[in-house]
């Protein structure tokens, strides 16, 4: 089929079944899920500038459809999620300027390329390793825990960050009773979603591969709650994308509402999973999943040619 | 038929129609918006971005609400 706005030709079942894994993936793991989007967008032949922009609103619907369900499933923290949006807006815009001043240079595939394959590796290592500890660490405490223990408290291998994070005392500070957090600053939770901001912007998608472990990891907050939350803020932030990158002839809607269409049933699977596994086993299923997209885009650059 | 059974039976069915039915839509829909969407692209990007991201929630807020209605209606019917 072919995609005038981008002038590709594109298998529009190929996009539906991407529509639908990611859909999966993102429901569950609270992800846009643009670590395995952009790589196969890339692969299929669609420029990199495109995939940026057209994996963004691809998010915003699978989005709406995941933080539903996640609703219903009394995972999304509404405070924070406002919170994080103004951040999150903020850093999308720094990273969207980035992008056009690299597109002036002719050098955003590379750029934006090696960027991906070093964070995403970062991330995929750091929590294999994590949440590995963390399960070892829960299963010494299985047995001396009440069988009938909520799935949703937590266990992380590491919350030293999150405690020191919310020794801060920067005023104005919140609390989050919704997540379990007495009092944090305003700003720390203000410059998590900035930093989580500069990378959706810069490398499209939500982020979530940025912010959901930073959620749990510097913030302290719940895994499934910071699942439910990130897909919630996930809408504001990746609609803001969206409209800035389609202003500036990056976003092919036409492509992007043919996986929306594999997406919205994925999704809804996903969210509904994620109420049969504890946060650790959710972040250990989550780590391969960075590394898989950074093998996609080092192979695809490695055979491309740069000027 | 057993619980399992039921219940992948239930999800078969479920995707099917929502495949039928969203093959339809692409066909349809997509196939009269695509030379509209490709004018405005090019001219109005401002206006194409405002119907882009409309036409994007519109379809997730549309398509949640068939395949919550598909769940509701087969699980209904089959028991």
Known sequence: ?307 | MTVTKRTVFHLITEVLIYAALVSVYLALVLHFLVGWLKELSTKEPAVYAAAAILLMIAQAVGLERVASTLVHVTRQRKG
């Open chain 1, 1 to 307: 089929m072919y995609f005038p706005i981008s002038g590709v030709h594109l298998d529009p079942i190929y996009l539906v079944l991407i529509g639908f894994v990611i859909g999966v993936l993102g429901g569950f793991f609270g992800v846009g899920g643009s670590f395995l989007t952009a790589p196969a967008l890339f692969a299929a032949g669609l420029p990199m500038n495109y995939v940026v922009g057209t994996d963004l609103a691809h998010i915003v619907g699978k989005s709406i459809v995941a933080a539903r369900t996640h609703r219903v499933l009394g995972n999304i923290d509404m405070k924070l999620a406002a919170i994080m949006v103004i951040g999150t807006i903020g850093g999308s815009e720094a990273g969207v300027q980035a992008i056009e001043v690299l597109k002036k240079g002719s050098h955003v595939e590379l750029v934006v390329g090696t960027v991906s394959i070093v964070v995403f590796t970062g991330i995929a290592l750091f929590c294999a390793w994590e949440s590995w500890t963390a399960l070892r660490l829960n299963q010494s405490k299985d047995q001396h825990r009440d069988p009938t223990q909520n799935r949703k408290q937590d266990v992380t291998a590491i919350d030293g960050f999150a405690k020191a994070l919310q020794r801060i005392k920067l005023a104005p500070q919140v609390s989050l009773p919704h997540s379990g957090i007495e009092s944090i600053s305003f700003w720390a939770i203000l410059f998590v979603s900035f930093i989580g901001g500069i990378f959706s912007g810069f490398l499209g998608g939500g982020a979530g591969y940025i912010r959901m472990p930073s959620m749990v990891y510097l913030l302290g907050i719940p895994t499934h709650i910071a699942v439910g939350t990130d897909l919630f803020e996930i809408i504001i932030s990746a609609s803001y994308g969206t409209i800035r990158h389609a202003m500036n002839g990056n976003v092919d809607i036409v492509i992007a509402l043919v996986m929306q269409t594999g997406a919205a049933l994925g999704a809804r699977i996903g969210a509904n999973l994620t109420q049969y596994f504890t946060g650790p086993r959710i972040r250990l299923a989550f780590a391969p999943l960075p590394l898989l997209g950074a093998i996609v885009i080092a192979q695809k650059l490695l055979t491309s040619h740069h000027p």
